[in-house]
């Protein structure tokens, strides 16, 4: 059975310092930029001003409705501009470099970054599409490693290399259109998209990359390009307490509180942020979230982890802690990785705790584990691949390119 006693040192740092800046290729793409950033790319190739607002719809229905992957593809754009946008630009994504398929359906895909001087080292990212009835949901990196060192989850074992900009944010989603043709109109059980659903729930801590964070997710949700609704694009944060508000007043999409602990002294353990914003005040910050409300309920995630934060009587204070809060507990069997410390609790004792939260008047759901078997769960996502041999990633390649 795990126990406090290896957990981290409390003394280890609460946040990580990135390596890394991000150096733009020579040619960058105009994947991530806003109309106006357009409109100031189409000028420097010359395009008038009285004819820059046409042209950057133009560009954003072939960008973001269309999915193009080249400036050829686009039509409706005149020939003189999309050979001068060729000249200066690209409509790159992110590289595939593996994608690997669960037995339940999950797919994750390790994407490389383009290098921007050709001297820095290419870094990758992971990105996973979750495959349901009624939806399916795509879980999104904000950073090339995380920030944060929570002691149960595997991404925090990771450096911190560099924060993702707003263009390898919007990249993953359209990475993950290409690969399952899911641009053209279809019909599907949950209407005409695969992608139905975002979490920002990938590698990273995306409140420690606001602004990144917040371009990427109103080009996702803008209804004349990718058209995700904000109420089916989820943010989740483990307490970055100043960012909060921030994010409902500027990005308002649902949010997801990474709690896991209801005593500070082991959350403190377990999400070392906790130090620096301890419960009492990341909940205060949940009850001002703007929007927040029995129909747009703040998900709290619980991970179970067997004799450390399992027992009735967390049940029993989260759900004390919670009161006044319009919320929902997500309950994550824990997914083990190498070299954890921990076990997921029993399942009996998940159904008794999740008893409990539930009939004191909170939904309870337990997360069904998915894309165990190829380190795709939650908490479980470091770019395993790195660990491949080159015979294996050339591999991995070769079925991603030929899928």
Avoid at 73 to 101: C, H, N, W, Y
């Amino acid at each position: 059975m795990a126990t406090t006693a290896g957990l981290r040192d409390t003394a280890a740092p609460l946040e990580k310092t990135p390596l890394e800046t991000y150096v733009p290729p020579a040619k960058p793409s105009l994947i991530g930029l806003s109309r106006a950033e357009l409109a100031a790319r189409l000028g420097d190739i010359g395009v008038p001003e009285r004819q820059q607002k046409m042209r950057v719809q133009q560009l954003w229905h072939w960008l973001y409705f269309r999915g193009a992957q080249s400036f050829d593809e686009m039509t409706s754009v005149s020939k003189d501009t999309r050979s001068g946008l060729a000249e200066r630009f690209t409509v790159d994504r992110p590289e595939v470099v593996a994608e690997q398929i669960s037995n339940d359906g999950t797919r994750k895909w390790l994407l490389r970054l383009p290098s921007g001087d050709g001297l820095q080292k290419a870094h990758e990212v992971e990105c996973v599409y979750i495959p349901e009835t009624d939806r399916g949901t795509l879980c999104v990196s904000s950073q090339v490693g995380c920030t944060l060192n929570c002691s149960f989850c595997h991404t925090g074992t990771q450096r911190l290399v560099r924060n993702l900009t707003a263009g390898e944010i919007v990249g993953q989603i359209m990475v993950a259109r290409d690969r399952l043709n899911d641009w053209a109109d279809r019909e599907t059980p949950h209407g005409n998209r695969l992608i139905t659903n975002i979490v920002m729930m990938g590698m990273g801590e995306p409140l420690y990359n606001f602004d990144a964070v917040r371009d990427a997710l109103l080009i996702v949700s803008d209804n004349e390009g990718i058209g995700i609704s904000r109420r089916r694009i989820t943010l989740s944060t483990s307490g970055v307490v100043p960012n909060i508000r921030r994010a409902g007043e500027e990005i308002g999409v649902a949010l997801a509180i990474s709690l896991h602990a209801v005593r500070d002294e082991l959350r403190n353990e377990l999400v070392p942020l906790n130090r620096k914003y301890p419960i009492a005040e990341l909940l205060q910050a949940c009850r001002d979230y703007p929007g927040a409300s029995n129909a747009r309920r703040i998900t709290f995630e619980y991970v179970m982890l067997k004799g450390v934060n399992d027992s009735l009587d967390d049940a029993k204070l989260l759900v004390k802690l919670l009161k006044g809060i319009p919320a929902k507990i997500n309950l994550i069997p824990f997914n083990p990785w190498p070299g954890s410390a921990y076990e997921c609790s029993d399942w009996e004792q998940i159904e008794k705790f999740s008893e409990y939260v539930f009939n004191a008047g909170y939904s309870s759901p337990v997360r069904t584990p998915r894309g165990r078997d190829i380190l795709a769960a939650c908490g479980q996502l470091k770019s395993e691949t790195e660990k491949l041999s080159a015979r294996e990633r050339q591999a991995l390649r070769a079925m991603a390119m030929t899928d």
